[in-house]
């Protein structure tokens, strides 16, 4: 959904729309959509900046980092984007730390459907985890842990650290 400045009403501009987006679209590789994303974006122009406010809601399917079983995940995040026009962006090195999050648009024309995708992308954890406690797998027998205890018994040694066994004796005596 292309959006000409030029065009935009004065009193600026609500979409509420849902997107269907190809998962492969995800910077995140497995993850799934399970909904479509819902938006509500709000577009005014004030002289050649550009407001963005909008909403997105959707839920994804993830693999959990440790443990490896898909788990839903599910986003409602709220965001507020000031675009410049692609001019201004030869200038961006004079801005102060306050503008750096503005963006810039060009042949004056924004793309809404990337700025709604953009924003899913950035909810995304780091690394996609189930639940914050999640214990991942067994490293013997590969059991999820969190569906109950498997009665493998790992006692291996680094031997990386015997040599800090010695600080451990002196502090009994």
Same mark, same amino acid.
């Given at each position: 959904m292309i959006?000409?400045?030029?065009k935009?009403?004065?009193d600026?501009?609500?979409l509420?729309?849902?997107?269907d987006?190809?998962?492969?679209?995800?910077?995140e590789?497995d993850?799934?959509?399970?909904?479509?994303?819902?938006t509500?974006v709000s577009i +005014?122009r004030?002289?050649?900046?550009v407001?963005?406010?909008? %909403?997105?809601?959707t839920?994804?399917s993830?693999?959990?980092?440790?443990c490896?079983?898909?788990?839903?995940?599910?986003?409602?995040?709220k965001?507020?984007?000031v675009?410049?026009?692609?001019?201004?962006q &030869?200038?961006?090195?004079e801005f102060?730390?306050q503008?750096a999050d503005r963006l810039?648009y060009?042949? %004056? %024309?924004i793309?809404?459907?990337?700025?709604?995708? &953009?924003?899913?992308?950035?909810?995304?954890?780091?690394?996609?985890?189930?639940s914050p406690?999640?214990?991942?797998?067994?490293a013997v027998?590969?059991?999820?842990?969190r569906?109950g205890?498997c009665?493998?018994?790992?006692k291996? +040694?680094?031997?990386?650290?015997?040599?800090l066994?010695?600080?451990?004796?002196?502090? %009994?005596k």
């Amino acid at each position: 959904m292309i959006i000409d400045i030029d065009k935009l009403p004065k009193d600026g501009l609500e979409l509420r729309r849902n997107f269907d987006f190809p998962s492969l679209d995800l910077v995140e590789e497995d993850a799934v959509f399970l909904q479509p994303v819902q938006t509500e974006v709000s577009i +005014k122009r004030v002289d050649e900046e550009v407001w963005i406010k909008g %909403r997105v809601k959707t839920v994804l399917s993830f693999i959990c980092g440790r443990c490896l079983a898909p788990f839903e995940f599910p986003v409602d995040s709220k965001f507020d984007l000031v675009f410049l026009p692609e001019e201004m962006q &030869e200038l961006k090195e004079e801005f102060d730390d306050q503008d750096a999050d503005r963006l810039f648009y060009q042949s %004056r %024309r924004i793309d809404v459907r990337e700025v709604i995708l &953009e924003q899913l992308n950035l909810t995304f954890p780091a690394r996609p985890l189930c639940s914050p406690g999640c214990e991942g797998l067994c490293a013997v027998c590969g059991k999820i842990r969190r569906e109950g205890a498997c009665g493998c018994q790992v006692k291996e +040694k680094d031997a990386r650290l015997e040599p800090l066994k010695i600080l451990r004796k002196d502090k %009994r005596k």
